[in-house]
């Protein structure tokens, strides 16, 4: 298993039971959607200063095995 994916959690008391970075109350999905819309992680991790690094990587991981379960 990713090493990444430790900094992930869900839990039906934070976000709604949506995946999140590190109980940081900050949805995968809405890491995702921000690279997507062509963020870099720098303005990101500017924007969310809570953040590291890793938890882009993270969230990137997690949507990973999301979208390919097999590829565990």
């Not at 963020?39 to 969310?48: G, N, P, R, T, W």
């Not at 890793?54 to 590829?71: F, N, S, T, V």
Request: proline content about 7%.
């Amino acid at each position: 298993m990713n090493p990444l994916l430790a900094r992930t959690s869900v839990d039906p008391h934070i976000c709604f039971d949506k995946p999140c970075i590190r109980n940081a109350l900050i949805w995968v999905s809405r890491v995702r959607d921000i690279l997507a819309a062509g963020v870099s992680a720098k303005e990101i991790l500017a924007d969310y200063p809570q953040l590291k690094r890793e938890d882009i990587l993270a969230g990137i991981a997690y949507a990973d095995i999301r979208a390919d379960p097999d590829g565990l």
